[in-house]
Structure formats: C-alpha cells, structure tokens
C-alpha cells in the first residue's frame, strides 16, 4: 500500500522536527489542517517506520506504545528534554514550533 496524499503530509511533517524536538499527534494534525491525533497515529502506524518516529508523541509526553524502549533511546542520544521522572518528555521544552528559527 501506498501513502496517499494525507499520509504523504504527515511523514513530510515529520521529517522536518528537528533532532531534541518532539510533536503530539495532534500538532501535526493541526499543523496539516486536517485529520487528528487518531489519524496522524493511524499514519504512523502504517508508514511511520522509514521517518523519526520517536519524535511523535502523546500530548502526555509518553512515547509510543509500540516502542518504548527505542524512543527512550533515541531521545537519550538526541538530548531530548525529560520530565523528572525520565519516562516522558518534558512537552513545554521539548515541542517543536516551526516558526521559530532554526
């Protein structure tokens, strides 16, 4: 199966957060302007794998459920921002915002 045109935006969306950056679901619907958390996750799951996955989380800062253990890992070499309690991202310094500079 091939990405159709949403699914093409999402992975391209993806592939612009930058490294220590993170995005809910969500604000890559948002960003989109169409679909939501549950669409953006449904994209991910099916062509998620070839784009930095691990910088699409739950609103939470929980990584996702199907890898936990990988997107802690990437997060450690990225030095992306945790919470205290090391099990989720820290979302206030960690979310991307793609109006600002680089």
């Avoid at 990405?3 to 948002?30: F, M, N, Q």
Wanted: with cysteine.
């Amino acid at each position: 199966m091939e990405p159709d045109e949403y699914s093409e935006a999402v992975l391209e969306t993806v592939e612009r957060i930058p490294p220590g950056k993170v995005l809910a679901y969500g604000d890559i619907a948002e960003l989109i302007g169409r679909g939501g958390p549950r669409q953006v996750g449904r994209v991910m799951s099916l062509f998620g794998g070839g784009v930095p996955w691990w910088r699409v989380i739950r609103a939470d800062g929980s990584p996702p459920r199907c890898d936990e253990v990988r997107a802690h890992e990437h997060w450690r070499a990225e030095g992306t921002p945790l919470r205290p309690d090391g099990r989720r991202v820290d979302m206030a310094r960690a979310r991307w915002n793609p109006d600002d500079p680089a």
